[in-house]
């Protein structure tokens, strides 16, 4: 069955009322749910925004930017996506209004069209779907699972909604299948769970000609069954076919609550695919109650400069959500936005951690807060795990508080320093454009034997994923290693500096590269993994 196009199912999820419901986690653990019965499942996210990437976007408007092998710079539900499904997936597994429009535009520059008249329909929808189809013969899959961003009645979704409508019909009842997310609130005045919202939610849906196949209702509570009733009499839904999907302590729960209730049996039902036996979820549940029920506890902290939206390092919470399992302990994630340790005695609010993440992010905006934590973590022997900008401010930190260059810096920030010890990439200087041209994706990492990073990885020789458009200037690199900071991690030539270790200090480490898009809920980042472990060996002294 395996990539037959004749056989090709797919799960389309959509969302109504408002964002933010957990579509993506939805569609991963349907997906988790379909793997675990033995099918090969791949998944597409489409997101109706004009840019052809999320890679030029502030943090505060779309979450953080989620990197892939090949470089492309994706929505974070890819991470969601591979995170779930102990998969790898490419540029092409994520759809956006910019890049459907630049190639029909483009084909149509070229002539492609033969004076065809291009419109929406059909040339738009047929790009949707050429996309959508392609990647599942690509991927080889059984089931590829196509979550759509936004909300029903969007005008932006409109031309990807009409899309799926036509691949309903075009491939099938069976092979085409729609799953609905939607709200049901609790008005506090009279604390009973509405159902209007998802009865107008649903309406628009099915006036576009899409029926909802299965709805998965959110609520902060589980729904009883006359609310159950209620909806699936006027969605025009089984009732077994309404599922309640109350909020979670942790998302790596939803598997089991949607297990629980059926789902993927009546979705293997519903596409009449037959003999697929019920997994027990053995190692799923252990992972999860690892994580809920764990005794011992650690406080890290995450110091960045757009704490107020969690999502901007989603792929660090999930990291540390992932060696709290492997390690049965609980870690609470300490926000401190970096700009609050510029304070008279802010400072402090560090000493009640066990360790610290200094993430990535660009422009001069909270440096100086991020500096002074890593000036505390190597002062006070606090475990310190530095990422992307955290590795160049951790050499920057070091230059002038250990070397004595006062005017060490970065060249992003001040252009004119008079030690440049972070430089511009070869390459970067004549760039017009700023989208999908920094040092982006898979690359391999050179380690040297008898340092912490090498202790760490247990190899010589790694992949870990990439997005810098600056690097430690090659000018300095004796000069800083002579004075302590070892470079442990370089790249295939021994010119690029990868990782930096203190070697007189508990966990003093930080990559150039974002260990966190390739961790995983069984195999946790093995940086966040050893600053897990150097802050629980640290706090039980």
Partial sequence: MVGSREDMKYIVVTGGVL???????????????????????????IDPYLNCDAGTMNP??????????????????????????????????????????????????????LGETVQI???????????????GYKA????????????????????????????????????????????????????????????????????????????????????????????????????????????AKSIYEVPLILEE??????????????GKPAPELKAWKRYVNNILESKRELNIAIVGKYTKLKDSYLSHIEALAHC???????????WVESDSLLKKNKVKKLE??????????????????????????RENKVPLLGVCLGFQLSVIEFCRNVMGLEGADSAEFDSECSDPVINL???????KEMGGNMRLGSHDIFISKGTKAHATYGLDEIKERHRHRYEVNPKYHERIENAGLKFSGKDELGERMEIAELEDHPFFVASQFHPEFKSRPMKPSPLHLALVKAAMKSKGK
């Fill in 19 to 45: 964002s933010g419901l957990g579509k993506g986690i939805t569609a991963s653990s349907i997906g988790r749910l379909l793997k675990e019965r033995g099918m090969k499942v791949s998944a597409v996210k």
């Fill in 60 to 113: 505060y408007q779309h979450g953080e930017v989620y990197v892939l092998d090949d470089g492309a710079e994706a929505d974070l539900d890819l991470g969601n996506y591979e995170r779930f499904l102990n998969i790898n997936l490419g540029k092409d597994n994520n759809i956006t209004t910019g890049k459907v429009y630049r190639h029909v535009i483009e084909l149509e520059r070229k002539g492609e069209f």
């Fill in 121 to 135: 329909i059909p040339h738009i929808t047929n790009e949707i779907k050429r996309r959508i189809k392609e990647e």
């Fill in 140 to 247: 080889r899959c059984d089931v590829l699972i196509i979550e759509l961003g936004g909300t029903v009645g969007d005008i932006e979704s409109m031309p990807f909604l009409e899309a799926v409508r036509q691949l309903h019909t075009e491939s099938g009842h069976d092979s085409c299948i729609f799953v609905h997310t939607t709200l049901v609130p609790v008005m506090s005045v009279v604390g009973e769970q509405k159902t209007k919202p998802t009865q107008h939610s649903v309406k628009e849906l099915r006036s576009i000609g899409i029926q909802p196949d299965i709805i998965v209702a959110r609520a902060n509570k589980v729904l009883p069954s006359d609310i159950k009733g209620k909806i699936a009499m006027f969605c025009d839904v089984p009732t077994r076919a309404v599922v309640s999907c109350p909020n």
């Fill in 261 to 274: 209730q059926g789902v993927a049996d009546y979705i293997l039902e519903r596409m009449g695919i037959h």
């Fill in 324 to 334: 709290s399992a492997q390690l049965k302990v609980r870690i609470n994630i300490v």
């Fill in 352 to 377: 009640k951690v066990d360790g610290i993440i200094i993430p990535g992010g660009f422009g001069g905006r909270g440096k100086k807060g991020k500096i002074r934590a890593i000036t505390f973590a």
């Fill in 425 to 431: 990439l070869p390459g970067q200087k004549d760039l």
